[in-house]
């Protein structure tokens, strides 16, 4: 028996044995997860979720965390007075090995679920807070003037505020989960690294 599942954003087909890189999973070495997006199920009797499977589940062992090979970006922009940049990045993975394959009786089997991990930073950041009308505006008088940063308008700062994100020190000190879930909360798709943010706040930040 196969099935194909769903975590990451990715697809995988698999059967009990493979050995599966996935991006990272908030588990330790040695720890068993769960993944219970499943969309099918291959055999003799073939069953295709819509889009998943109920009681459906695939179980791993994590086997370590790991970190895929290194992509070098080059980002040119020629309005920027000829700005150059060069970026490595090296995604976080989480190296697991397929168990078991359940095709039903999922909710029942008291294994966790396995689930992505985000830093406790990122997700601070990225929460919408709701302050009383006097903190709202003593956090605003104490704000950095985000505009300064590349391709951040009002409305952009705006955005940024309501994520709890008011000064230049902040986005110095985003790492690479921040980032990504900061891209994903507000739908920024790319554009902290294109424009350099992080190394421009830093320069800010110093006055």
């Known amino acids: 028996m196969f099935a194909v599942l769903k975590t990451g954003g990715k697809q995988y087909k698999v059967q009990a044995g493979d050995i599966l890189r996935v991006e990272k999973l908030a588990a330790d070495a040695g720890e068993k997860v769960q993944f219970n997006d499943v969309l099918m199920l291959g055999g003799d009797a073939p069953v295709v979720g ?4 109920d009681g459906a589940a695939v179980q791993a062992e994590v086997i370590e965390q790991i970190k895929g090979d290194k992509v070098i970006k080059f980002v040119k922009r ?51 807070k709701k302050a009383p009308a006097k903190k709202a505006a003593a956090a605003k008088a104490g704000a950095d003037d985000l505009k300064k940063l590349s391709g951040v308008g009002p409305a952009l700062e705006k955005k ?20 990504a879930a900061m891209d994903e909360k507000l739908s920024f798709k790319g554009r902290i690294e294109r424009e350099g943010w992080i190394e421009q706040a830093k320069e800010l930040a110093k006055g």
Do not use: C, M, N, Y
């Open 160 to 179: 940024l505020h309501e994520a709890g994100v008011t000064t230049f020190a902040q986005i110095a000190a985003w790492t690479e989960e921040d980032v």
């Open 78 to 128: 020629r309005r920027k007075h000829s700005s150059k940049r060069t970026v490595g990045h090296r995604q976080k993975l989480t190296l697991v090995k397929i168990t078991d394959i359940l095709p039903s009786g999922a909710d029942k089997s008291g294994v966790k679920a396995a689930t992505g991990s985000v830093s406790a930073t990122a997700v601070d950041a990225a929460a919408p």
């Open 50 to 53: 819509a889009p998943f499977i």
